[in-house]
Nanobody, 124 residues
Framework: QVQLVESGGGLVQAGGSLRLSCAAS????????MGWFRQAPGKEREIVAA????????YYADSAKGRFTISRDNVLNTVYLQMNSLKPEDTAVYYC?????????????????WGQGTQVTVSS
């Protein structure tokens, strides 16, 4: 399994921006599709965005479209989530995850490596 470490979370006012980063331990990082998920208190963990191994394909949940951008740097073994126009309903713990597939996956059970999560809190 790939070890993943997220960073970049924090407290921000509504309308603000944050950039989450997820560093992977393996040089084979470029073989895996990656995803960002989030889990708010009392809710299921849900996918936010996903990106294919090469970065050429991306997926966004409806809640993220037009505001969030997922990207990756296969030299730095890092995946990013740029979050703009943040809303209080974006408040959650954000997790990055690695799939064993090269291609975009949208279900939690299709990801086999998870980071520890980073808290994002958006105040109104």
């Amino acid at each position: 399994q790939v070890q993943l470490v997220e960073s970049g979370g924090g407290l921000v006012q509504a309308g603000g921006s944050l950039r989450l980063s997820c560093a992977a331990s393996e040089r084979t990082f470029s073989n895996y599709a990656m995803g960002w998920f989030r889990q708010a208190p009392g809710k299921e963990r849900e996918i936010v965005a996903a990106i294919s191994w090469s970065g050429s394909s991306t997926y966004y949940a409806d809640s993220a479209k037009g505001r969030f951008t997922i990207s990756r740097d296969n030299v730095l073994n890092t995946v990013y989530l740029q979050m703009n126009s943040l809303k209080p309903e974006d408040t959650a713990v954000y997790y990055c995850a690695a799939s064993s597939s090269r291609y975009i996956r949208m279900r939690r059970d299709e990801y086999n490596s998870w980071g520890q999560g980073t808290q994002v809190t958006v105040s109104s």
